[in-house]
């Protein structure tokens, strides 16, 4: 059974910080996305890694696929209060047409 | 706003009871995917069908039930309701239905069983 942990379950800190969560597992992925969950919404999607190594950038937000395609972090730089929701990674298996999502990172950031 | 709708927003209802959870796909989407998300158990996959055709089958007890319409619209049964089926459950949607085509999610429905 695959073990997909994200970490930290909760974080919460000032407006400025920096934050990195992270995504972590024993299997090997084909590709990973990261998505965003605002209270009352749906997860909307962020990016998706697919290459070992990998780094994308969307603004202040800076993500990357580890070398053995088993782990994932996300980098916040200048965390705003509009950054506040639940960070959801969600790795594809090979032969799988499905996402697993793991618990996600509630991230709480005060102004 | 993804396109995905799903209707009602909220429901209450009783143990034992059945209801009825509606999802419109965002338009040209062909496949439709259920997940149930609750505090301890994240968001769970349920089921997932593409064009009219069950693809993938999750964490979806006996209980529960769906299908999609030649319309693409889906819907999920839950019969026989208990206390621990209370959850938000979503609907997403994507083009293609495999690999790695983004979410799109709704906005879900939030069940309440009393």
């Known amino acids: 059974t695959q073990l997909l942990e994200q970490s930290p379950q909760f974080l919460s800190i000032q407006e400025g910080e920096n934050l990195t969560v992270y995504c972590n597992s024993s299997s090997v992925f084909s590709s990973l996305q990261w998505y965003r969950q605002e209270p009352g919404e749906g997860p909307v999607l962020l990016v998706t890694?697919?290459?070992?190594?990998e780094v994308k950038k969307l603004k202040r937000l800076t993500f990357q696929f580890g070398d053995a395609r088993k782990d994932s972090s996300l980098h916040i730089t200048a965390a705003q209060p509009g950054d506040t929701g639940l960070y959801l990674c969600?790795?594809?298996?090979?032969?799988?047409?499905?996402?697993?999502f793991g618990k996600g990172t509630m991230l709480l950031v005060s102004p | 706003d993804s396109g995905v709708t799903q209707t009602p927003k909220h429901l209450i209802t009783a143990t034992g009871q059945r209801v009825t959870l509606r999802c419109s796909p965002r338009s040209g989407d062909l496949s439709v995917y259920w997940y149930q998300q609750s505090l301890d158990q994240g968001l769970q996959f349920l089921i997932q069908?593409?064009?009219?055709?069950?693809?993938a089958k999750g964490n979806i007890l006996e209980r529960f039930s769906a299908q999609q319409f030649p319309d693409l619209h889906s819907e999920l049964n839950l019969s026989s309701l208990e206390l621990g089926d209370s959850a938000l459950y979503f609907c997403?949607?994507?083009?293609?239905?495999?690999?790695?085509?983004?979410?799109?999610f709704g906005n879900g429905t939030r069940l309440t069983v009393t």
């Open positions: 069908y593409y064009n009219g055709e069950e693809r």
């Open positions: 997403a949607s994507s083009v293609r239905g495999a690999d790695n085509s983004p979410l799109h």
């Open positions: 890694v697919v290459t070992g190594g």
């Open positions: 969600a790795p594809l298996r090979r032969g799988y047409s499905t996402l697993t």
